[in-house]
T-cell receptor, first 113, second 116 residues
Framework: DAGVIQSPRHEVTEMGQEVTLRCKPI?????LFWYRQTMMRGLELLIY????????DSGMPEDRFSAKMPNASFSTLKIQPSEPRDSAVYFC???????????FGPGTRLTVT | AQSVSQHNHHVILSEAASLELGCNYS??????LFWYVQYPGQHLQLLLK??????LVKGIKGFEAEFIKSKFSFNLRKPSVQWSDTAEYFC??????????????FGKGTSLLVTP
């Protein structure tokens, strides 16, 4: 099993640019989560999908952030426009259920200058 | 507000010392509990989990944790640490009742440094 796949692994962009992060969950997992990790705030849940449907997006910081899951094997997290305070490591995780153990991807380290 | 607290932010131990990392949560209902580890530069990996049954759970790499419901605690232990245990450790809690939200709530993490 390849595990959760995320791309890119590193992204450096200038303020104001659009950033798209990608995630491929583990096959057969129907729950997908996007997290953000910073030194100041630790790990924060941004959004949770179940069966491709967004269930809880209360953690999305603001309208600049959007996430989609067009099918069971792909999800994107988009930031438009990006700001320096968005710099963080963004993790995608998948699970067989909301309550089960979550398998994390390697993360995307985003730097916005 | 509901939360997960890890008492020790930074721990430094010598090899072969015993480890105990504290974790308390404030959710009132039934919860599922996890400990994750993040080695330097890597992603989070599951160490162990508790859903129900025996409150003493054993995980990978010699780690174990004990769920004490009356204390709302899920402390992580290892009898003898190794240099390779140097990592960040996260306690995580999810309420079984979705009325309490859908998030896997993480503590702030404990950074463990094991010295030779």
């Amino acid at each position: 099993d390849a595990g959760v796949i995320q791309s890119p692994r590193h992204e450096v962009t200038e303020m104001g640019q659009e950033v798209t992060l990608r995630c491929k969950p583990i096959s057969g997992h129907n729950s997908l989560f996007w997290y953000r990790q910073t030194m100041m705030r630790g790990l924060e849940l941004l959004i949770y999908f179940n069966n491709n449907v967004p269930i809880d997006d209360s953690g999305m910081p603001e309208d600049r952030f959007s996430a989609k899951m067009p099918n069971a094997s792909f999800s994107t997290l988009k930031i438009q426009p990006s700001e320096p305070r968005d710099s963080a490591v963004y993790f995608c995780a998948s699970s067989t259920s909301r309550l089960g153990e979550q398998y994390f991807g390697p993360g995307t380290r985003l730097t916005v200058t | 507000a509901q939360s997960v607290s890890q008492h020790n932010h930074h721990v430094i131990l010598s090899e072969a010392a015993s480890l105990e990392l504290g974790c308390n949560y404030s959710y009132g209902g039934t919860v599922n509990l996890f400990w994750y580890v993040q080695y330097p530069g890597q992603h989070l990996q599951l160490l162990l989990k508790y859903f129900s049954g025996d409150p003493l759970v054993k995980g990978i790499k010699g780690f174990e944790a004990e769920f004490i419901k009356s204390k709302f605690s899920f402390n992580l232990r290892k009898p003898s640490v190794q240099w390779s245990d140097t990592a960040e450790y996260f306690c995580a809690v999810i309420p079984v009742n979705s009325n309490s939200g859908y998030a896997l709530n993480f503590g702030k993490g404990t950074s463990l440094l094991v010295t030779p």
